[in-house]
């Protein structure tokens, strides 16, 4: 018999574009997953609205967001897009893992604490319990591995400490999932602010993949280096935080390595390397943006893909949802 395939799942919140690091630390890898595992992917609408959104604005960050998936090579008849309010069982889940999700727990999440601090005057419920659903999320779909980035791991641990404390009440429930974090995981800083994760609430330091590539070779010339005087090109993130973000952005790109970089930039410092960088990422987004933007001339067809996708997502999802029900003592529809 054919061994069925290992389960994987992962989601990133359309609270605007996709950018270059959740491209080369993330999605770029997802692509060549599908033949041996059995991916689902989805926009996590419900966890964006922790943050208050503006509603149009979050309607179309989800299609585009689904685009880019496409057009960065997630095939929709190899991979399950979909959106994750389509799915309501995931919700009802949530509601379950709730009430197994302890306020201690909760309180020491990271992600809340940052995210508390900077939205002082909408500290709302959803933020805190944002973890009980993310684990429903992962839960739902049995997923052997969860790739996510460093800073997510520990909601994560979380998941699977909610999943362990149910099954040790209920009997086996759920499969314990692992974080994947990808070992070659390009870890992409901000332009602007090296000594940070890239991310869009820094827009300056952050390239979009939708992002014309004038703005983009903008970005790259403007982008932090150090005040070395010799202004040389060498691999050394604790001294050249800038340069070596740059260079490690250029070995993601073109897969050379950083011997093979410092020499080829030897004696022609930033003002040649910094475009030199904007050119190769460029050349990197560019079929990737024009295929996004055709397929957002084609509302049918990503329709065709969120509703294939949310009918598969919500019938996996609701033979859990059923065994939970069952389990936490709720009369059968
Ligand atoms: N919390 C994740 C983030 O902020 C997004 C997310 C929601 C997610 N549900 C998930 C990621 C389930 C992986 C699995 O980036």
Redesign the pocket.
Same mark, same amino acid.
């Not at 799942?9 to 919140?13: A, D, F, P, V």
């Given at each position: 018999m054919e061994q069925e395939k290992k389960v994987m799942?992962?989601? $990133? @919140?359309p609270s605007g574009g996709l950018h270059l690091g959740n491209y080369l630390g993330a999605i770029r890898n997802w692509s060549a997953r599908a033949e041996a595992f059995d991916c689902y992917y989805f926009m996590?609408d419900m966890?964006t609205i922790t943050v208050r959104q503006n509603p149009a604005d979050l309607r179309r960050n989800t299609l585009e967001q689904l685009a880019q998936y496409i057009a960065c090579g997630l095939d929709p008849e190899k991979n399950t897009l979909f959106i994750q309010s389509h799915v309501p069982e995931q919700a009802c889940l949530g509601w379950v893992l709730n009430c197994y999700t302890m306020f201690g727990e909760l309180s020491r999440m990271t992600q809340f604490k940052d995210k508390s601090a900077k939205n002082a005057e909408n500290i709302n419920g959803g933020l805190f319990t944002y973890p009980a659903l993310?684990a429903a999320? $992962?839960l739902a779909y049995q997923p052997d591995y969860?790739p996510?980035g460093e800073d @997510?791991k520990q909601?994560v641990e979380l998941t699977r400490n909610v999943a362990q404390r149910f099954n040790n009440l209920y009997g086996e429930t759920f499969k314990i999932p692992e974080p994947y974090i990808p070992k070659t995981g390009a870890r992409v800083m901000g332009l602007s602010a090296p000594e940070n994760k890239m991310s869009k609430s820094a827009p300056e330091g952050c390239v979009f993949l939708l992002e014309k590539p004038e703005d983009i070779m903008r970005k790259f010339k403007r982008a932090v280096t150090d005040c070395d005087t010799q202004r040389c090109v060498r691999y050394d993130p604790a001294n050249k935080p800038g340069v070596s973000n740059l260079m490690s952005i250029y070995a993601a790109v073109t897969g050379k390595d950083y011997e093979a970089i410092e020499r080829e930039f030897d004696g022609k410092g930033y003002g040649v390397f910094k475009p030199a960088v904007g050119e190769a990422v460029v050349d990197l987004l560019r079929p990737i943006r024009e295929e996004a933007q055709r397929l957002l001339a084609d509302k049918a067809y990503l329709e065709a893909v969120y509703r294939a996708g949310g009918e598969k997502a919500s019938r996996t999802a609701w033979k859990t949802l059923r065994k939970v029900y069952k389990k936490v003592g709720f009369v059968a529809r």
């Open positions: 799942l992962s989601g $990133i @919140q996590a966890h993310m999320d $992962i969860v996510v @997510q909601h």
